[in-house]
């Protein structure tokens, strides 16, 4: 099985983003709660360089609580970021988001003025890997304001201003991290939420990748249960379901499709894929 990227995109992609990163005082990085580790860009320190960042771990409603919140404390510790879950579809508002941004930018805003200059809102952006909730967030945080203030020099026109509140303006589009990762166990977790395009494999060994995952997880028992079956292969839950193809094969190309469909909607059950490291 293999996943591929498309290296010709990256560049851009990167030059784009440091454009975006180069505007603000704070960085709000975005993550799939479902994959908090794969869902990360190695080099985003680098990429950052002081710049502080608040991390979210978003479609929490997709996972178990209990465990997120180990992966809270063990994500506060590695990364110096404060981590706030977030459920970007569900959630009323994400004021702890904002109230959080605007702590992080402070410093900057202090030397400003201690410059001599006049005090002006903290300036964010939110960055993420494909698909874990950039835009959800950003309509989120937008929702109660929709004033546009504009663009601002060296930013191009199609890119604009939210003010939030006094204290903080927000770009209204995201920075997206390319998945430029040669690794291709993190390739593949991106796959199961959708972080990869779908052009870039075919769901049978992709569908595969993930039973083998869960058969050896602990959460093994619950998927059994779901599809009702002792091994979990494509072809077991294929016959399972009656899903055969003309010449008495199981369907497995249906069923792949069906059980991606599955664990992303979170039918399987809640379920963290990444695993912390001691
Ligand atoms: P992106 O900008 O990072 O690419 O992600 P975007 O906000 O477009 O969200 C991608 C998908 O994830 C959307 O689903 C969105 O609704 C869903 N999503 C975002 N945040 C959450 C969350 O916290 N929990 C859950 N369960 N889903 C979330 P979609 O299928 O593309 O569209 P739709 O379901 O909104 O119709």
Known sequence: MHIHWYPGHIAKAERQLKEKLSL????IEVRDARIPLSSSYTDIKKLL???????LLNKADLVDKEELKSWVTYLKETTGCPVIVTDAKGAKDLALV??????????KIQALMAKGLLRRAARAMVVGMPNVGKSSVINKLTKSSKTKIGAKAGVTRQQQWVRINPKLELLDTP???????????????????SSVSENAYSPEPVAAALLEMLSNSKYRKEVQYY????????????NCRNWILKADS???????????????EGRLGKFI????EE
């Open 24 to 27: 603000v005082d704070v960085v």
């Open 49 to 55: 360089g002081e710049k502080p960042r608040l991390l």
């Open 98 to 107: 904002t109230k959080h941004a605007v702590e992080l930018a402070e410093p």
């Open 175 to 193: 920075g997206i991290i390319p998945t430029k990762q040669e690794n291709q166990n993190q390739a593949v977790k991106l796959a199961f939420v």
């Open 227 to 238: 599809y009702k079956v002792e091994e979990l292969s494509l072809e077991n839950i294929a």
């Open 250 to 264: 199981p369907d497995t190309e249906r069923t792949a499709k069906y059980i991606l469909k599955d664990f992303r």
């Open 273 to 276: 894929l990444d695993e912390i």
